[in-house]
């Protein structure tokens, strides 16, 4: 893994990832920026832009001017959150990394709650959601019902109510860094390294500027990458549903010996045979995509590419670079079309 190295680590660093979030850069910062000037004067702001399309990189741009200690990481495309937020810690210098989203949800003033708790000697200190007002009782349902399923068949329990919006000592930072896979699952993964840990309680706030970039579709794939990656029960499952769907074929082939021993042969229903044929068909069909879809995330570590690709580095995220796979800096200027992550 080649990875990027500041020669004077900061204090503390804030990983943002942002995609079409240009709207929100100011008013964040504005917030942000006084906090952090109160904890420490040794603190960096490192932006991962996802590949926006609006103007988010130009906005990034003009405040790195005015403050150089706030940069950013450009993608040549949408590589999505997770992969975000790993390449966001990769280019992180921080003795602590806090990550935190761009739409002010997470309220930047609970970075202090986080720096106390980091300073008492916790590795991780993770926001804790104390309600979902804002949900759909629908959504909130799955909400519960996904963390008791993580907890009952995944490898490790996530506490419930905790996102991405956290702090993490530097120790922790670097078992995230050396975790090669590429379907990412970072509720899991911190959970996954140890390390002690401590939750603290906030309300979200309402989103400032935007629109939320998960859909219901979206949530469900995430959630099933979730199971995917730290459980095989949806592969072992199927064991167990082709054992009952063979038991179940057993009594009705013994019912059906007994009913013709007993009074002669019957007339075969079209019906039926219909149902059965259908059944059985859904369930192989689903047996088999399951398989696939652990499959292909083995055909995609196999594959040893890139998590990311690096288009433009500004401010803290190009400072002590190292290493990348191809280095075109010219001149000073910030390094572009890089290949980085895990190798």
Do not use: C
């Not at 001017?65 to 450009?74: D, I, T």
């Not at 000697?121 to 993770?126: A, I, K, Q, S, W």
């Amino acid at each position: 893994m080649e990875l990027f190295r500041h020669p004077e680590p900061v204090d503390l660093s804030v990983v943002i990832p942002v995609y079409n979030e240009s709207a929100n850069v100011e008013p964040l910062l504005a917030r942000l920026l006084p906090v952090l000037e109160r904890l420490t004067p040794s603190y960096e702001v490192v932006f991962v832009d996802d590949g926006s399309q609006d103007g988010t990189a130009a906005a990034i741009a003009r405040r790195h001017a005015e403050e150089p200690r706030v940069g950013a990481v450009s993608f040549s495309r949408n590589f999505g959150k997770e992969i975000a937020i790993a390449a966001g810690l990769d280019h992180a210098h921080g003795r602590a990394v806090v990550i935190m989203d761009a739409d002010l949800q997470h309220p930047p003033e609970l970075i202090a709650t986080f720096w106390e708790r980091w300073r008492e000697g916790n590795v991780m200190v993770y926001a804790q959601r104390t309600d979902r007002a804002d949900e759909t009782a629908l959504r909130r349902g799955f909400a519960h019902l996904y963390y008791r399923l993580f907890a009952r068949f995944g490898e490790m329990p996530l506490p419930e109510g905790a996102g991405d919006f956290r702090l993490i000592d530097q120790r922790g930072v670097e078992v995230l860094r050396s975790l090669p896979e590429r379907a990412r699952f970072s509720k899991g993964l911190y959970s996954w390294i140890g390390f002690r840990s401590v939750g603290v309680p906030y309300t979200v706030e309402e989103r400032r500027h935007g629109t939320s970039k998960w859909s219901f579709r979206k949530l469900f794939r995430f959630a099933f990458d979730g199971i995917t990656s730290f459980s095989t029960v949806p592969l072992r499952v199927w064991t167990y549903i082709g054992g009952a769907v063979a038991a179940l074929a057993l009594v009705a082939a013994l019912y059906f010996i007994a009913d013709t021993l007993m009074r002669g042969p019957d007339v075969p229903g079209y019906a039926s045979l219909i149902v059965s044929v259908m059944f059985l068909s859904g369930v192989q069909l689903m047996s088999l995509g399951i398989i696939g879809e652990y499959i292909g995330r083995i055909f995609a570590e196999v594959k040893r590419r890139p998590l990311y690709v690096v288009a433009e580095r500004i401010g803290p995220a190009a400072a002590g670079q190292a290493g990348a796979i191809r280095d075109d800096r010219r001149g000073g200027r910030p390094e572009r079309a890089s290949f980085t992550g895990a190798l």
